[in-house]
């Protein structure tokens, strides 16, 4: 068994906590071992699973939270290139920018730990800025609608961003959890 797989089976067994993405679900779990905490909807890639750059899909394997990004910032809070820019989102300001992906509220910022899947190369989920972030709360979830992070309604990604720290795993997935 490779140690990657290790170390998250060794996370469950001593009851840590750790997130479970379920890209066919389109659901992200707080656990804690093998006990949901919470379970949240959420909106992966359009494009689907995969770990190219460029690709706009929602790499697979297993992850870190890299940097928590966000502590302490009011709903809505608008962030471009990880930084707040003082904006908070309002549906006029959607109107101004219909294009615009929103990040809001809190960033998860993910680094990928399986080298030539998700770490390192053209593969990196680190410098593809995959995050685990907020979204208008108009957009669907459910639903594979991102350009490959992990969306999440503002006060869901408030609620998880409270209870993981820097370091947590993220197991992003499709299909039955082994």
């Not at 689907?48 to 809070?77: F, K, Q, V």
């Not at 991102?146 to 720290?165: K, P």
């Amino acid at each position: 068994m490779n140690t990657v797989r290790q170390r998250l089976n060794e996370v469950r067994r001593n009851g840590v906590r750790w997130i479970d993405v379920d890209l066919d679900r389109q659901v992200l779990c707080l656990m804690a071992g093998d006990q949901v905490l919470r379970r949240f909807p959420v909106s992966t890639a359009r494009n689907g699973p995969g770990e190219r750059r460029g690709s706009e899909c929602t790499p697979r394997g297993l992850h870190r939270i890299r940097l928590r990004i966000g502590a302490g910032s009011p709903p809505n809070t608008v962030f471009v290139a990880r930084r707040a820019t003082g904006q908070i989102y309002t549906p006029e300001l959607a109107r101004n920018a219909p294009e615009q992906d929103w990040v809001l509220t809190r960033i998860l910022w993910l680094s990928g730990l399986e080298p030539g899947r998700n770490r390192g190369g053209e593969v990196d989920s680190l410098r593809r800025f995959i995050y685990i972030h907020g979204a208008p709360d108009t957009e669907p979830m459910g639903q594979p609608l991102s350009h490959g992070c992990i969306r999440m309604r503002n006060a869901d990604i408030i609620t998880l961003f409270d209870e993981v720290t820097n370091g947590t795993l993220v197991d992003i997935r499709e299909g039955r959890r082994g």
